[in-house]
């Protein structure tokens, strides 16, 4: 990749998107084709063709998606399904038919089967059935990689597939009906903070066990591989340990400022999985790894919420 290659970041206004943005940008990288929703509906074949044709973008960067939490993954499973079959399909087609010299795809680790062996393994791909609350959303995923695979044996389309942990960050999804377990927490210790509230009850049971990565780490993920691996073949990215959603509360509660009482709801929501750690071996043994510490990543993204409240 060179410094003025002309470089597709899809879905660039959403966290991923953007901290790869931010990322080319920290690495002298100007040449930038960035299109708003309102821009390219990515879901319309015709104008996804018509946007390639066009710009011929060199290297894409497929951050796109419709992404949310357990409740509205469990509420649209066809939705997430279908939005996201629609989007990866045109934009991996029309990048391959118009010449781009790579294409990263990003999945999610909810594409693994629900009792996959621990740590999680590249390997134990389509091994077993899918967790049933985010199946919908797993399905599209796994298919977005395998379309990227088949296009990269059988047409020589390069192609990069990694598959991040749950990701947290700047500019995540606050919205209290559509946002992950970490925002979520973010948002609930710091608005109890504020109002001294006594106690906040929390959905599920808090003992599944999560691993966690700042949104930073993977855009560095994204440049490290479109620049240094040439294999269709998945990658795993993540922090390489993992922690109970009662030990994530804790330390989330103390960086607000939270000193009430911590209770869980178990028959508000089901847990999902009981675990899903990955396996990053064959990432560090590329050569990629992790900067951002979770307890520095927990101190930096409470004080952007905090920002977020204040300029709201």
């Not at 080319?24 to 100007?30: K, N, S, T, V």
């Not at 929703?37 to 879901?43: N, S």
């Amino acid at each position: 990749m060179n410094r003025d290659s002309r470089i597709f970041v899809a879905g660039h206004c959403g966290m991923v998107g953007s901290a790869c943005v931010r990322r080319l940008i920290a690495e002298g990288y100007r040449n930038l084709l960035l299109r708003t929703h309102a821009e390219l509906e990515l879901t319309d074949r015709r104008a996804v063709d018509a946007f390639f044709e066009t710009e011929r973008p060199e290297y894409v960067v497929l951050a796109a998606a419709q992404v949310g939490g357990i409740k509205a993954n469990m509420l649209d499973k066809a939705g997430f399904l279908l939005t996201n079959l629609e989007i990866q399909n045109n934009v991996i087609s029309a990048a391959w038919k118009n010449g781009c010299r790579k294409l990263c795809f990003l999945g999610s680790s909810c594409i693994y089967p629900r009792e996959a062996p621990q740590p999680i393994r590249e390997e134990d791909l389509l091994t077993g059935p899918l967790e049933p609350t985010n199946e919908g959303y797993a399905l599209a995923k796994i298919a977005g990689y395998k379309l990227c695979y088949y296009l990269s044996k059988e047409k020589g389309f390069p192609t990069v597939s990694l598959m991040p942990c749950n990701l947290y960050g700047t500019n995540d999804n606050y919205d209290p009906e559509h946002s992950h377990v970490f925002p979520a927490l973010v948002r609930r210790f710091v608005e109890a903070a504020e109002a001294d509230a006594p106690e906040v009850t929390l959905w599920g049971t808090g003992t599944v066990l999560r691993e966690f990565l700042h949104v930073d780490d993977v855009a560095r993920a994204v440049l490290f591989f479109l620049r240094e691996r040439n294999d269709p073949e998945i990658v795993n990215i993540g922090a390489g340990y993992d922690l109970t959603i009662r030990e994530l509360a804790g330390k989330i509660a103390a960086a607000a400022g939270f000193r009430g009482e911590i209770r869980f709801d178990p028959a508000a929501a089901p847990d999902g999985m009981r675990r899903k750690l990955l396996d990053v071996s064959r990432a560090r043994a590329l050569g990629w790894r992790p900067e951002i510490t979770l307890d520095d990543g927990i101190r930096r993204t409470v004080a952007e919420y905090r920002a977020l409240r204040r300029q709201s």
